[in-house]
């Protein structure tokens, strides 16, 4: 069985950080892209930033300056570090596991940055 599962998400103040987690199991991590998407109710599904295994990160041209996108092939896992967050950065986040013939997602994490 598929699972992805995220954690780290907050509340916290504006100019904080934080990192969020994203541990993958039930599939060939290396086979596959893992994403970060974050999702405000009023607003589509953003895509933040990508992870390959294969050691390619990109990250969304809105928050490049300050979110990194990292992951450990061994464990299995995808980090979103964040940094300098802002009140619009509130947000559920999510990640997701794709390749050419399948797509799975995990069920978010909440961060909330406000003063």
């Known amino acids: 069985q598929v699972r992805l599962v995220e954690s780290g998400g907050d509340s916290v103040q504006p100019g904080g950080s934080l990192r969020l987690s994203c541990a993958v199991s039930?599939?060939?991590?290396?086979?596959?892209?893992i994403d970060w998407y974050r999702q405000v109710p009023t607003k589509e599904r953003e895509w933040v930033a990508t992870y390959v295994p294969a050691g390619i990160t990109k990250v969304g041209e809105s928050v490049k300056d300050r979110f990194t996108i990292s992951g450990d092939n061994a464990k299995a896992m995808v980090y979103l570090q964040m940094n300098s967050l802002k009140t619009d950065d509130t947000a559920v986040y999510y990640c997701?596991?794709?390749?050419?013939?399948?797509?799975?997602w995990g069920q978010g994490t909440q961060v909330t940055v406000s003063a």
């Open positions: 039930g599939l060939t991590f290396i086979s596959y892209a």
């Open positions: 997701s596991a794709r390749n050419s013939l399948s797509k799975y």
